[in-house]
């Protein structure tokens, strides 16, 4: 990869990784995953909840997300296909985002088919541990809709704790400004 960006230049691990979660590998995108992440970003709730802006609208942008998300060089997200360690099929996305010194986001979402077996709690839990150890993180932010609760359940399993609700905060993809739950947690939180 690149030359990291300020974001990360402080930090050890600059370049691609693989971080392991109970049965499931997180990994850098490649192109190949385009056709599986056009099936994802097309279906309704992750259309709904993680808009794309176009990127589900056919192959050559989901491709283009995908080659977005494998680049890393920006040094403001560190993106992963969350996989399954038995047999390497695409399960969801995971992702830092807005990373600024000690400060970032974290989203994620889990194919249909996934859903309900602990998969974005594991990936959460597991890219988030990675970011306070390797990239010195001290407190990354979640944000889901208030009528999304699934979201919520992934963040309180992941130790995320509330802090509030921020009213109409973010257009989804329903074109409605939705309010938010702020969660977050601390590198110091137990
Ligand atoms: C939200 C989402 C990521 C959860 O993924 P997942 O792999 O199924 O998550 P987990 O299995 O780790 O946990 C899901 C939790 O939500 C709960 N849940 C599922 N549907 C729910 C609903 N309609 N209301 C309340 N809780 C619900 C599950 O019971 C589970 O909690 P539990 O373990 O305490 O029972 C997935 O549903 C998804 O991708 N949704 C569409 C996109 C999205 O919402 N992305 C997040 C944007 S912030």
Do not use: K
Not at 11 to 23: F, K, L, Q, S, Y
Not at 136 to 152: D, Q
Not at 157 to 181: F, K, N
């Amino acid at each position: 990869m690149g030359v990291p960006g300020p974001a990360l230049a402080h930090c050890r691990v600059v370049d691609h990784v693989e971080i392991t979660a109970p049965g499931l590998l997180l990994r850098p995108w490649r192109v190949a995953d385009a056709d599986a992440v056009l099936d994802a970003l097309r279906e309704p709730a992750i259309a709904r909840w993680n808009p794309a802006r176009g990127a589900g609208d056919d192959l050559a942008g989901a491709t283009d997300w995908v080659r977005r998300r494998a680049d890393w060089s920006g040094g403001d997200h560190v993106s992963l296909a969350v996989t399954s360690a038995a047999d390497g099929s695409l399960l969801g996305s995971v992702s830092l985002h807005q990373i600024r010194g000690e400060d970032a986001s974290i989203g994620y979402w889990t194919v249909a088919a996934a859903r309900g077996a602990g998969v974005a709690s594991r990936a959460v839990v597991a890219l988030t541990a990675w970011a306070f150890a390797e990239l010195r993180l001290h407190r990354i932010e979640l944000c889901h809709a208030v009528a999304n609760p699934a979201s919520c359940r992934v963040a309180e399993r992941a130790g995320y704790r509330a802090e509030g609700t921020l009213r109409e905060a973010y257009r989804y993809g329903d074109g409605r400004r939705h309010d938010e739950h702020l969660h977050a947690r601390l590198s110091t939180d137990g």
